[in-house]
């Protein structure tokens, strides 16, 4: 396990480096305001909105995320042929995202809204939908996916919306494919180099549920052999990170964070530095310390949030020693 200072030198090695970026993308519209009463109507709370602000949700955050930490992602999605997938595209843009973004008249894009009272969310409206992308679109995207040159690792995002299934992963079998899963999907994840799911995904995903650390264990063990995985990363909330491994120890990464205000996003951030940093060519111990870092810094703030270079080293220098244990 690396230094901290080792650790923060490494991040050099991310800068410039391109990583391919599949799966759903959507609009995170946030409505910012304070409560200050109950409507007479129900009872809710009144929100007097003040701002709006948008952000890119799913994929398009994985990729937001990368970009902040210096490397070069290429976007391949789908969305509608609407006014929310050109907002996105602007976004993409603003950012200097490499994409491509296959509209669609069939489908509408994802647009999760969020109404935020005095600091807290108060309701998510979302507007979607999640059925299985049309022949001739399947057609296209996986002609996009088969163009070479992306380099050893692709990275999955999958929210359930259509773009992942059996022929999106099959088009993927020359890459390392590092994999953010969803539940309803978990009956086509198999032969993957790395699955990263959350505690709720893993207890869905594998029919058990986890209340000690022996669950955990004997949950991973289980995921890793049905779904012939090299290896898998589960988060754990305010416990951090397991990380399983074909034939070696499991490793246990205690969070970095101080303060959880949000996780929206956090799995965006985790799949994102682990797949830049393995693109790099970090050992699968040191991405997965920087990722937890990366998750650290991301739900210390409210709405959706990228973790940049900068406040990365400085999350990491102001942390004493990373410490992992062998379970």
């Not at 602007?90 to 603003?94: A, F, N, T």
């Not at 693109?279 to 040191?286: F, I, M, R, T, V």
């Given at each position: 396990m690396e230094t901290r200072q080792k650790l923060i030198q490494n991040l050099d090695r991310i800068r410039g480096k391109r990583l391919l970026v599949i799966g759903d993308i959507m609009l995170d519209h946030y409505q910012w305001g304070e409560v200050s009463r109950i409507s007479p109507e129900a009872p809710v709370p009144v929100v007097y909105v003040e701002k709006e602000t948008y952000s890119l949700g799913g994929a398009g955050n994985v990729a937001r995320n990368i970009k902040s930490l210096g490397g070069e992602p290429v976007l391949i999605s789908v969305a509608g042929d609407d006014d929310h997938c050109r907002e996105i595209k602007?976004?993409?843009?603003?950012e200097g995202i490499e994409h491509t973004i296959v509209s669609s008249r069939k489908r509408k894009t994802t647009v999760k809204t969020r109404v935020i009272g005095n600091s807290q969310q108060i309701v998510r409206v979302d507007q979607?939908?999640?059925?299985?992308?049309e022949p001739g679109l399947m057609a296209e995207i996986t002609s996009l996916i088969e163009k070479k040159g992306f380099g050893e690792y692709v990275l999955v995002s999958d929210y359930g919306k259509g773009m992942v299934n059996r022929k999106t992963l099959s088009a993927l079998q020359d890459y390392k494919v590092v994999l953010d899963p969803k539940?309803?999907?978990?009956?086509?994840?198999k032969d993957l180099f790395l699955m990263t799911p959350n505690q709720?995904?893993?207890e869905e995903g594998s029919n058990t549920k986890i209340n000690s650390n022996k669950d955990i264990i004997s949950t991973g063990k289980k995921i890793m052999k049905t779904k012939n995985l090299e290896n898998l990363l589960i988060t754990v909330g305010p416990m951090g990170m397991v990380l399983f491994r074909s034939n070696k120890e499991i490793l246990h990464f205690p969070t970095s964070a101080r303060k959880v205000y949000?996780?929206?996003?956090?799995?965006?951030?985790v799949i994102a530095t682990m797949g830049i940093c393995l693109?790099?060519?970090?050992?699968?111990?040191?991405a997965c310390m920087t990722a937890n870092f990366a998750a650290g810094l991301v739900v210390g703030q409210v709405g959706t949030a990228a973790a940049d270079r900068e406040n990365l080293v400085q999350s990491i220098e102001s942390m004493s020693q990373p410490e992992i244990y062998h379970w």
């Open positions: 602007k976004m993409l843009d603003r979607e939908n999640c059925n299985d992308l539940t309803k999907n978990f009956r086509v994840y709720k995904e893993a949000d996780v929206t996003g956090a799995g965006d951030t693109q790099a060519q970090y050992s699968l111990p040191d």
